[in-house]
């Protein structure tokens, strides 16, 4: 997004699976001005109908949770950082000022930090081999 919160750039990592879904959307309802326009011409879907989606969604899913739009943001640069993406590419993706928010807004699982393994570890398993 353009000149987002803050004026920053935010970029979105869309999965190959999602872009072939939104080419059918987009095929299907043809939209004009947005890629998710709201019930009045020219505006896109309001803040109010992405809750209600989310909410259904949720629900659908059985998820007891309260869950935002922001937690999936959150959500999703926890599983980036879980899956070794470097903190710093991180903090430029959610284009986040201060790396101390990008820090702030990933949490690490109990499970990944027991997966941890030790340097000197990895050394003696080399020598071994």
């Not at 997004?1 to 970029?11: I, N």
């Amino acid at each position: 997004m353009k000149g987002s919160k803050g004026r920053r750039d935010l970029y979105a990592i869309l999965a190959q699976n999602v872009m072939v879904v939104l080419g059918e959307y987009y095929t299907q309802y043809e939209p004009q001005e947005w890629l998710f326009e709201g019930a009045h011409p020219g505006k896109h879907i309001s803040m109010r109908t992405v809750r209600a989606i989310l909410k259904h969604a949720c629900a659908k899913a059985g998820t007891k949770k309260d869950v935002s739009a922001h937690s999936l943001r959150h959500s999703f640069a926890t599983h980036l950082l879980e899956s070794r993406v470097d903190l710093r590419c991180l903090h430029e993706i959610l284009g986040h000022k201060s790396s101390k928010t990008t820090e702030i807004c990933t949490h690490v699982r109990k499970a990944s930090l027991t997966s941890i393994e030790n340097p000197l570890d990895s050394i003696s398993k080399e020598e071994q081999t």
